[in-house]
């Protein structure tokens, strides 16, 4: 029995990278990129259609390893809210099931339906954004050459405080994991408006500032990481396919 098993998971994996390879060959691999693109289109047209919730799955393949990636997007109405939207999102055990151990991508949209559909390009921008950054995530959990180990802590990373293992904010957006996360996620900010990187950063500082200010985090210091980071890297993220 012991050998069947081995036979079936040699049979398996072969026929896996078979099959990456015919896709390599006939040009119909996707690209971080197209997964991106794909997945951020997926959520806008479910948000458009009125649905509370929105669940799917995938499997995201780098080169001869791949990954089921599960998603799941929760819509809410909040018609007495000031802002148009706001997206709180996580990679990683399923935060809504206790009882889980399974990973996903996660989201929680909450939105005024009366700022819609004035606000439907600053809400497509942000969760191209948001997608990007938590793709960063998938790749550094189930990719052994894209994980990177924090860089002051044995625990995941988490935040806000109430969660486990929570640094303190700056800590949190200045970490190994988070940096390269919420600089490619700029990057796709600044694409998706055709403004600079420096414009996207600048722009997330405003639309955060009060955080910023509840926690006393020193702003100009993130900013000069993220920017160091950015432009030591720059040349790849050309291709959001590359680190």
């Not at 794909?38 to 780098?62: C, H, P, Q």
């Not at 809410?76 to 939207?85: G, S, T």
């Amino acid at each position: 029995m012991k050998g069947s098993c081995n036979e079936s998971l040699f049979l398996y994996t072969h026929m896996i990278k078979f099959k990456h390879l015919i896709e390599r060959l006939t040009g119909n691999e996707k690209t971080r990129e197209e997964y991106v693109l794909k997945l951020s289109r997926e959520i806008v047209n479910a948000f458009k259609s009125g649905t509370a919730r929105f669940k799917t799955n995938f499997d995201y393949s780098r080169g001869d390893e791949t990954t089921e990636v599960v998603v799941d997007i929760k819509f809410y109405k909040r018609p007495k809210q000031d802002i148009a939207f706001s997206i709180a999102a996580g990679y990683g055990v399923r935060v809504f099931y206790k009882n889980s151990n399974e990973d996903a991508l996660e989201m929680t949209i909450e939105y005024n339906p009366k700022d819609f559909p004035r606000a439907m390009n600053a809400f497509v921008s942000e969760i191209k954004e948001v997608v990007e950054h938590e793709f960063e995530h998938v790749g550094q959990q189930n990719f052994e050459e894209l994980y990177i180990v924090s860089n002051r802590y044995d625990q995941p990373l988490a935040y806000p405080e109430d969660s486990p293992q929570a640094p303190t904010h700056y800590l949190y957006l200045i970490s190994n994991r988070e940096v390269p996360a919420y600089v490619k996620g700029l990057v796709k900010r600044a694409r998706t408006n055709k403004i600079s990187f420096e414009q996207a950063v600048d722009a997330y500082y405003r639309d955060y500032v009060d955080t910023f200010k509840l926690y006393g985090t020193d702003w100009s210091a993130v900013r000069k990481i993220w920017m160091n980071w950015y432009n030591a890297n720059k040349n790849k993220l050309k291709s959001t396919d590359k680190r």
